[in-house]
């Protein structure tokens, strides 16, 4: 069951398989998820994996994530840590900060380590004028040694609202050299009601300034679930972004949880979809794209064939993190600014949520520590399982045996009990030698995930994850 030089991942859409399963889990950008992070991991456990990184075999690239929070209006379903302003004062002051949190982060990783990855996330990352992301590359460029351009990836998300192609023009001679447009749907009626305008003709000169730039990939965010969405209007949309030729898309479910997310109640719940409509949209997406060209990646991500993941995926390269599914595996990522989440060694950190408490750590000098999670033995060896399905849809046993020194079979004997449902709804095949998720199974990879996690037995009350579908 060797994962290399795989076929193209498929996906064999069955609204009824998805209909029931479809309940929260883990999105699994890290094992241990989130809310297994706790207080008693502060900011001295995470020095000490920075220190201890640098050292002989653990020294590994670097991957870097940039939160910048800031957007000028609330879009409606958006869970996401953001803080709405107009005020570009808002924008240099936390530039400031940065700065701050990069010189302490620097300090404690050998200069001779290659950042390979940067991510802008957010929030709205151009929010920030192209000077003043201009300087924040600077400042990173100052405090890190870049890698090599031609094998790094430089990424960015934007708001198509508020950029233009010269700003395109701007962030490639920066380096930049992928970017993510957020989108979610071009139909004027679920835009009126999510508070976001946004035209095809401003996205489509966005994605033309990319390629004209030499920018080497271009995302489209799409979300389905949203108030007032049909399956013509949704379908019109498909048929608009098509036509831009974006290299991957992301297509999420929205999330309606107005508890956790204040702009959330906003959105009138009796104009969402039903559990059958929201089944109905995200079948027409899979069916839509696939004939399309696009190669099913994973989780809520597509790419053409050409495109790195899609190669990645093909070679046994492929890895998922916090910023999604990479190519970069074998890195540490930090993760600066407010909320931001880093993963070093064995560790996982959380900054601070609240801005305040994040500046007040810094302006102690201290690393703007929240909570984390130091992995024990049976977390890694988890982790690995969890990955490796989540990125191919598949585990060899022998080879997870060897890496941590397990007879699988034995160590995982309740899990595997656990699949046997599955493997009667035909989403795994369990072998002697290991076990693979189905075509009909490609779209539940975070279900079969769900059954090597030890920590999904929590309290009752207001749910920590999602819905998978």
């Not at 034995?410 to 693979?436: I, S, W």
Request: glycine fraction near 8%; proline fraction near 6%; charge should be neutral.
């Amino acid at each position: 069951m060797d994962t290399r030089h795989a076929e193209p991942a498929c996906w064999t859409f069955d609204a009824d398989l998805l209909r029931r399963y479809d309940r929260p889990g883990p999105r699994y950008t890290s094992y241990p998820s989130a809310p297994q992070f706790t207080d008693s991991f502060g900011a001295a456990d995470l020095a000490d994996a920075a220190r201890a990184g640098n050292v002989g075999a653990s020294s590994r690239p670097l991957s870097l994530y940039v939160h910048v929070p800031f957007c000028h209006s609330p879009c409606f379903y958006c869970g996401c840590n953001r803080r709405i302003t107009r005020d570009p004062a808002a924008g240099a002051s936390y530039l400031a900060q940065l700065r701050q949190e990069i010189a302490l982060v620097a300090a404690l990783v050998d200069p001779r380590r290659p950042v390979v990855q940067l991510h802008l996330g957010g929030g709205t990352p151009n929010f920030l004028s192209a000077a003043q992301l201009g300087q924040l590359l600077d400042t990173l460029g100052q405090q890190f040694r870049f890698g090599d351009a031609a094998s790094r990836d430089f990424s960015i998300e934007l708001d198509p609202r508020h950029s233009t192609p010269g700003d395109i023009a701007a962030l490639a001679a920066m380096g930049f050299n992928r970017a993510s447009l957020g989108v979610q749907d071009f139909d004027p009626a679920v835009q009126a009601a999510i508070n976001r305008l946004q035209s095809v003709e401003e996205t489509a000169a966005l994605v033309g300034a990319c390629r004209a730039h030499g920018l080497r990939s271009v995302n489209i965010d799409l979300i389905y679930g949203l108030p007032l969405q049909t399956l013509e209007g949704f379908g019109r949309t498909l048929e608009q972004v098509i036509a831009m030729r974006p290299d991957r898309l992301a297509v999420y479910g929205y999330a309606h949880m107005p508890q956790l997310f204040r702009a959330q109640r906003q959105i009138d719940p009796a104009q969402l979809p039903d559990a059958e409509g929201r089944l109905a949209l995200l079948g027409l997406a899979v069916r839509t794209l696939e004939a399309a060209g696009y190669v099913y990646i994973g989780m809520d991500h597509f790419a053409l064939p050409h495109d790195a993941l899609a190669i990645a995926q093909r070679r046994g390269g492929l890895h998922r993190n916090f910023m999604g599914y990479t190519t970069h595996a074998q890195t540490d990522l930090f993760g600066l600014g407010v909320s931001a989440i880093s993963h070093v060694g064995d560790c996982f950190s959380q900054n601070h949520r609240d801005q305040e408490a994040w500046a007040a750590s810094l302006a102690g000098g201290a690393l703007p520590v929240w909570r984390g999670r130091r992995m024990d033995q049976d977390d890694v060896i988890r982790a690995d399982v969890i990955q490796r399905l989540m990125c191919h849809g598949k585990v060899e046993f022998d080879a997870v045996g060897r890496a941590h020194g397990i007879e699988f079979r034995d160590y995982f004997a309740p899990c595997l009990r656990a699949l046997a449902p599955l493997a009667c709804d035909g989403l795994v095949r369990v072998q002697p030698d290991g076990l693979e998720v189905t075509p009909r199974g490609r779209g539940l990879l975070r279900v079969v995930a769900m059954r090597f996690d030890r920590y999904l037995q929590v309290p009752a009350g207001a749910p920590h994850h999602s819905r998978a579908i």
